[in-house]
């Protein structure tokens, strides 16, 4: 930040009262910082991201993880450029992302928010195009979760126990380079505690390590209703409290201050940081586009790039991929996600104006030429859809829809304030009550109408939301939130559900009830009716089997459905929901052409890989995905995605597996040896190792040369000649790890340090070159508080995956120690 930015800022705090100063530490609303009109300074309005601006609808793109499968630094600065062109038109300032938080274990629930898997390396390298992009336009992106926010499972109060080395040379070193080379305009800190104390007000993590070894000039502002403390966190580093208006802060803080429970100067720290930040909001305005526009056929045109180099070819046996649609006349396209585009649940939850799914897709591509037979097989829902208003008619009869009313109080007494007809059971408001006249604070809606369901069998009836909830159907209480609860399983507070016997053809009396209290800080609400997953299982896996042999080819979409991978709420088990693996087996066996999709932002066991022969991987690829996954299974694009985390073959192996989700305290008793790393120390084969993705074309590496740095403490650089061997374009990332030839069993086998992606066409090479830096052969030192390089050979290899070395160089490398700069104050 510049010096001319501090010295306005220091004059503008000189000129503050402390209640203008302490109004600044917290949000004015629930999205929005406090501003100071009489400086002509606005307030800053933020939006959700990190793949998208989720207060309206917009571009939704691919999720973190898919990003980072791309390995692509220009494609994420160029999604990076359009969210922030997006968020401008919406009228935001700030985009809370990127999250850079590393997937310590598979069932973890934010996993496919994470833009770089389970490696720091890749995490800041495409964190850093991330936040440059954002900035480009004018936009402030948020870094996000500080620190070790690796699970959802008791993540408001849980205690992370990492030790020193593993926080410097695993969960801090992404934080620290995108910090160091881009300045976002806030890091956002996590919910949890780390070491014992909350992200929020640990100051060994806000003070010590981000603002005086990093030189962070930046805010530190707390992710929504984690700050806990009127003084601590101000003395900590905490320098802005959301959601507003004020909680902890506002007239405490002041008061604070009176009674000498906090110096001034600690507000006045805080408080000169925030005005900095309303002057960069300001100073941004001048580089912002004049006419930022929303989901143009630009933005879709990025959205399905980045969706197409996010596909990742885990398998291709003989060849079966891509499909020759010149000689295919029938298709079986079986599997739940055939129809559907997966995002992943919680605050990330982006809504685009259209998704395109894979039928979509593929119904275009072939018209009228390939016969589809289109069979879901079964259903892999968490929860059913929301109920269609073709469902419902008011009491009377005489409209589609439900009577609904709204009352201004949480026990539905007296007249409604509201009465009138609505399409069906949602609800969802956070600054505002969900109609006028009544208060967010604390109201009841009533809902009462007429159900009828199109076809006989089981139903689930499934409520979820924040507050309490009551589904009576003809005078049966089905479900009561009160009595039956489940929580922890869904980004909202609860849900509850219950499956019945439904005929149709009859209409059922049903009443629906939803209060809220002054203890929740927002007011959603959805009620859910489809037939239940159990219902006529083995008839729908009969029905695929049958179009599986009458076809050419069978595509089976497979995956999860919206809602297992959420904030919030980690995965309850490692496999796929429902019965899609006796689905997966039963299809292969009709059809040995059968090809496996699998929409899943994290990894998944495969137990029947080995009677596949081709399997795609999509990565929760946003709105264009199905045009991307279609893309790659017809050959109009060469896949060229590589995975950024380990799949392991069973749950046992996950480096994390003893130790996850833990209890009030987590410990990361695995230390550094996460992802790839404890899987080669511990010699356990993966499923499919990080950084593994196959294309349609061959690579040939060659004439590997490592450059001797100036220092001795590292090569600088890395250069080879790839080769497009095959017979058509495409685009391979080199990976180059490193290794000391003689290592302990403290360290990892090898680390990525570089990588590089190039793009040829058949017969074409390339020299290509990775930089690296002085800590590619270093460790941090907890005993010396230094970064450490032991001197001897070390080995740097380039490679295809973490598992597929294909050329190694010799260095050597001078011992030393690079010490942890004190940069800020």
């Given at each position: 930040m510049s010096a001319s930015l501090t010295r306005q800022a220091r004059e503008i705090l000189k000129q503050l009262t402390l209640a203008e100063k302490v109004l600044l530490l917290s949000g004015s609303t629930t999205m929005a910082t406090a501003g100071l009109p009489r400086f002509g300074l606005k307030p800053l309005v933020m939006t959700d991201g990190p793949h998208g601006v989720t207060s309206a609808p917009s571009t939704c793109f691919p999720s973190g993880v898919a990003l980072a499968a791309s390995w692509d630094p220009a494609l994420v600065h160029d999604v990076a450029e359009v969210m922030a062109e997006e968020a401008l038109a919406l009228g935001k300032d700030i985009l809370l992302g990127p999250c850079v938080n590393m997937v310590r274990h598979p069932l973890a629930g934010r996993n496919f928010e994470s833009i770089g898997g389970e490696?720091?390396?890749?995490?800041?390298?495409l964190g850093v195009a991330y936040v440059q992009g954002m900035h480009s336009k004018g936009v402030g992106a948020s870094l996000k979760h500080f620190a070790c926010n690796n699970q959802e499972t008791e993540r408001l109060r849980g205690d992370s126990v990492v030790d020193e080395r593993t926080l410097r040379d695993f969960y801090l070193p992404h934080f620290e380079r995108i910090v160091k080379e881009t300045d976002p305009w806030t890091v956002m800190c996590a919910y949890n505690r780390l070491n014992g104390a909350y992200a929020s007000q640990n100051r060994a993590l806000l003070t010590d390590v981000l603002k005086c070894e990093w030189g962070y000039t930046g805010v530190v502002v707390s992710d929504w209703g984690a700050n806990?403390?009127?003084?601590?966190?101000?003395?900590?580093?905490?320098?802005?409290?959301?959601p507003g208006p004020a909680r902890y802060y506002g007239k405490n803080l002041i008061d604070a201050v009176i009674s000498w429970e906090i110096?001034?100067?600690?507000?006045?720290?805080?408080?000169?940081?925030?005005?900095?930040?309303?002057?960069?909001?300001?100073?941004?305005?001048?580089?912002?586009?004049?006419?930022?526009?929303?989901?143009?056929?630009?933005?879709?045109?990025?959205?399905?790039?980045?969706?197409?180099?996010?596909?990742?070819?885990?398998?291709?046996?003989?060849?079966?991929?891509?499909?020759?649609?010149?000689?295919?006349?029938?298709?079986?396209?079986?599997?739940?996600?055939?129809?559907?585009?997966?995002?992943?649940?919680?605050?990330?939850?982006?809504?685009?104006?259209?998704?395109?799914?894979?039928?979509?897709?593929?119904?275009?591509?072939?018209?009228?030429?390939?016969?589809?037979?289109?069979?879901?097989?079964?259903?892999?829902?968490?929860?059913?859809?929301?109920?269609?208003?073709s469902l419902f008619r008011t009491p009377d009869g005489k409209h589609r829809g439900l009577r609904a009313s709204y009352f201004d109080n949480s026990a539905y007494s007296g007249a409604p304030v509201v009465a009138k007809t609505t399409p069906n059971c949602q609800l969802r408001c956070s600054d505002t009550g969900p109609v006028e006249g009544v208060a967010k604070e604390n109201f009841s809606v009533r809902w009462e109408g007429r159900l009828r369901v199109p076809a006989s069998g089981l139903y689930r009836v499934h409520g979820a939301g924040f507050g309490d909830c009551r589904v009576v159907i003809?005078?049966?209480?089905?479900?009561?939130?009160?009595?039956?609860?489940?929580?922890?399983?869904?980004?909202?507070d609860a849900q509850w559900y219950e499956d019945i016997e439904l005929s149709a053809g009859r209409d059922y009396r049903i009443l629906v009830e939803y209060d809220k209290t002054r203890k929740e800080e927002s007011a959603f609400m959805h009620l859910a009716i489809a037939l239940s997953p159990e219902h006529q299982w083995q008839q729908r896996i009969d029905e695929a089997v049958a179009a599986a042999r009458k076809a050419d080819t069978a595509l089976l979409f497979v995956g999860y459905a919206d809602g297992w991978e959420a904030e919030a709420c980690d995965r309850p088990f490692f496999k796929l929901p429902g019965r899609q693996d006796e689905l997966i087996r039963a299809v292969a066996r009709a059809n040995p052409r059968t090809v496996v999709v699998l929409q899943v932002g994290s990894p998944v066991p495969m137990p029947w890989i080995d009677d596949m022969r081709a399997v795609l991987l999509a990565l929760n690829p946003g709105m264009e995905g199905g045009t991307a996954i279609v893309d790659a299974l017809t050959g109009r694009v060469?896949?060229?995605?590589?995975?950024?985390?380990?799949?392991?073959?069973?749950?046992?192996?996950?480096?994390?597996?003893?130790?996850?989700?833990?209890?009030?305290?987590?410990?990361?008793?695995?230390?550094?040896?996460?992802?790839?790393?404890?899987?080669?120390?511990?010699?356990?084969?993966?499923l499919f190792s990080f950084g593994h993705g196959l294309s349609y074309t061959t690579w040939e590496y060659s004439d590997l040369r490592a450059a001797a740095s100036k220092g001795g403490r590292a090569p600088d650089s890395v250069s080879l000649l790839v080769r497009n061997t095959g017979t058509c374009a495409g685009a391979?990332?080199?990976?180059?790890?490193?290794?000391?030839?003689?290592?302990?069993?403290?360290?990892?086998?090898?680390?990525?340090?570089?990588?590089?992606?190039?793009?040829?066409?058949?017969?074409?090479?390339?020299?290509?070159?990775?930089?690296?830096?002085?800590?590619?052969?270093a460790y941090f030192d907890a005993k010396r508080g230094a970064w450490t390089v032991d001197g001897g050979v070390y080995v740097i290899e380039a490679a295809a995956s973490s598992r597929d070395i294909r050329l190694s160089a010799r260095v050597c490398v001078r011992a030393g120690s690079i010490p942890v700069a004190r940069v800020g104050g």
């Open positions: 490696d720091p390396h890749l995490s800041g390298t806990h403390t009127i003084v601590d966190s101000v003395k900590a580093g905490l320098d802005l409290e959301m110096d001034e100067a600690a507000v006045d720290a805080a408080a000169l940081r925030m005005v900095r930040l309303l002057l960069r909001g300001m100073d941004a305005r001048s580089m912002r586009p004049r006419h930022p526009r929303v989901n143009t056929p630009a933005h879709q045109a990025l959205a399905r790039r980045a969706a197409a180099e996010s596909v990742v070819l885990l398998k291709n046996t003989g060849s079966l991929l891509p499909v020759d649609l010149r000689t295919v006349r029938r298709l079986a396209v079986v599997g739940p996600n055939a129809s559907v585009i997966v995002r992943g649940g919680g605050s990330s939850n982006c809504t685009p104006p259209r998704m395109v799914t894979p039928l979509e897709a593929l119904r275009k591509v072939v018209g009228s030429r390939v016969k589809l037979d289109v069979v879901a097989g079964c259903e892999n829902r968490m929860y059913p859809v929301i109920a269609a208003p003809d005078g049966r209480d089905v479900v009561n939130s009160r009595t039956r609860r489940i929580p922890g399983r869904a980004w909202f060469n896949p060229c995605g590589k995975l950024p985390v380990t799949f392991p073959k069973r749950i046992e192996d996950a480096p994390a597996f003893r130790n996850f989700p833990g209890d009030k305290t987590v410990r990361y008793a695995e230390g550094v040896f996460v992802g790839y790393r404890w899987y080669d120390a511990r010699r356990i084969a993966p391979e990332t080199v990976q180059v790890y490193a290794r000391r030839e003689r290592s302990s069993s403290h360290h990892p086998v090898h680390t990525l340090v570089g990588f590089a992606k190039v793009a040829l066409k058949p017969g074409a090479s390339r020299r290509v070159t990775v930089a690296l830096d002085e800590r590619s052969c």
